[in-house]
């Protein structure tokens, strides 16, 4: 695996080294020694798939508040997926800024968000399937949210007009 810091403390872009013959291919996706060496979680109590029947379904921006905040290890299993983190942390010279990476099935690369950080994605094509690895159990007490067009944060989505849930598109500005 090789470890791509991106341009927000903390955010890391994960890719998969391939070993590739007339079969197909072999890639490790996480190994416990190798995410503890560069400073990530090594344990995953709770994973997640998110299914997306339908080009542009937008899902976020979400997040786990305090005392149970949330890491991810977010991957796209089948088709692509514009896949964005968000620093909301107070107090942070990078607040309200954002990253996104291009995660998709044939890529096979993963995106690390830490606490702090919401989380969204919009999927490109039709089917597109996310799997998360969370660094803490869900809490619904917990769960917070932010509008995925809030300008404050300015995230410039893929596709227009996204397919949305009733509870994201009611979510508050940052603000």
């Not at 490790?28 to 998110?50: D, H, M, W, Y």
């Not at 991810?72 to 107070?90: E, S, W, Y």
Request: glycine letters at 8%; hydrophobic letters at 45%.
């Amino acid at each position: 695996m090789r470890f791509m810091p991106l341009a927000l403390p903390d955010v890391v872009l994960v890719q998969v080294e391939r070993r590739e013959d007339p079969r197909g291919h072999f890639a490790r996706t996480f190994c416990a020694a190798e995410f503890a060496a560069e400073g990530l979680p090594a344990g995953f109590p709770q994973c997640n798939v998110s299914f997306n029947a339908r080009r542009g379904t937008l899902r976020g921006l979400h997040w786990q508040d305090d005392p149970a905040p949330e890491g991810k290890l977010v991957r796209c299993t089948r088709g692509v997926a514009f896949d964005v983190a968000v620093d909301i942390r107070p107090g942070s010279a990078t607040r309200r800024r954002w990253v996104a990476a291009t995660l998709s099935a044939d890529n096979a690369d993963a995106l690390y968000i830490p606490p702090g950080f919401a989380h969204g994605f919009q999927a490109l094509e039709d089917g597109t399937e996310i799997f998360y690895q969370m660094t803490a159990s869900y809490r619904g007490d917990l769960a917070r949210g932010v509008r995925w067009d809030d300008p404050a944060i300015g995230i410039a989505w893929p596709l227009p007009h996204p397919i949305l849930s009733e509870r994201d598109a009611q979510l508050p500005l940052l603000a």
